[in-house]
């Protein structure tokens, strides 16, 4: 069954540097999504991407942030200078018509 | 997107049902009734979602009232496995997904 696939599974940096999380997402699928969840709170919308451009994004998602898609089968966030409360879970997903969820990259920023 | 109100836990004995209800009172008729669960800080999982017609897949049912503004999600024979968080969204179709803070099930022996 196809699946959603994130790397890496875990990354640790220094704060204000740059970090790229990847995404591959489910090869028919139009839509992509960038969701995050803080240690103990709720899963939080980052962005949506849709033909080759954000469809809508949320507050969160500042103009550290940036999501592109390369090569038509990656879905890249890049957060451009980490800050500690970016410490979190990111969650990539992708949808035909159901969204489906990859197992998520768990950020560490020191 | 509709607010959807669920109870903060639930038990359930594995090998019985375990029926976790949502309202959504103001839902919007072109809104979707999404069940997705997450086991620890794995990836949410979707279960089913529906319209207003009741659905059932391999996974679980989904029951919803006639004027939309509840449902119930029915896992019939749950397992230890079955424990996890489980979250009722109300949405557009190709909408994001909103995620409150779910209902936490443990099935026990």
């Known amino acids: 069954e196809p699946e959603v696939t994130q790397t890496p599974s875990h990354q640790v940096t220094q704060m204000g540097q740059e970090v790229i999380l990847r995404c591959v997402p489910i090869?028919?699928?139009?839509?992509f999504y960038w969701y995050r969840q803080i240690l103990g709170q709720k899963v939080e919308f980052l962005v949506s991407?849709?033909?080759?451009?954000?469809?809508?994004k949320s507050e969160i998602f500042d103009d550290q942030f940036s999501v592109e898609r390369p090569d038509g089968s990656n879905f890249t966030l890049k957060i451009r200078s980490t800050k500690l409360e970016d410490s979190a879970m990111y969650f990539c997903?992708?949808?035909?018509?159901?969204?489906?969820f990859g197992p998520g990259t768990r950020l560490t920023v020191l | 997107d509709a607010k959807t109100t669920q109870p903060t836990s639930m038990d359930c004995a594995e090998g019985r049902a375990a029926n976790l209800p949502c309202n959504h009172s103001?839902?919007?008729?072109?809104?979707?009734v999404y069940w997705y669960r997450q086991i620890h800080s794995q990836g949410p999982q979707y279960i089913i979602h529906?319209?207003?017609n009741n659905e059932t897949n391999e996974m679980a049912s989904l029951i919803i009232t006639e004027d939309r503004k509840s449902s119930t999600l029915i896992l019939p024979h749950a397992t230890l496995r079955d424990t996890a968080v489980y979250y009722c969204i109300v949405r557009v179709a190709r909408g994001k997904l909103t995620f409150g803070q779910g209902t936490i099930l443990t099935v026990h022996p």
């Open positions: 090869s028919n699928h139009l839509y």
């Open positions: 991407f849709y033909n080759n451009e954000i469809s809508e």
């Open positions: 103001t839902i919007s008729g072109n809104e979707y």
């Open positions: 529906g319209l207003k």
């Open positions: 997903a992708s949808m035909m018509d159901t969204q489906y």
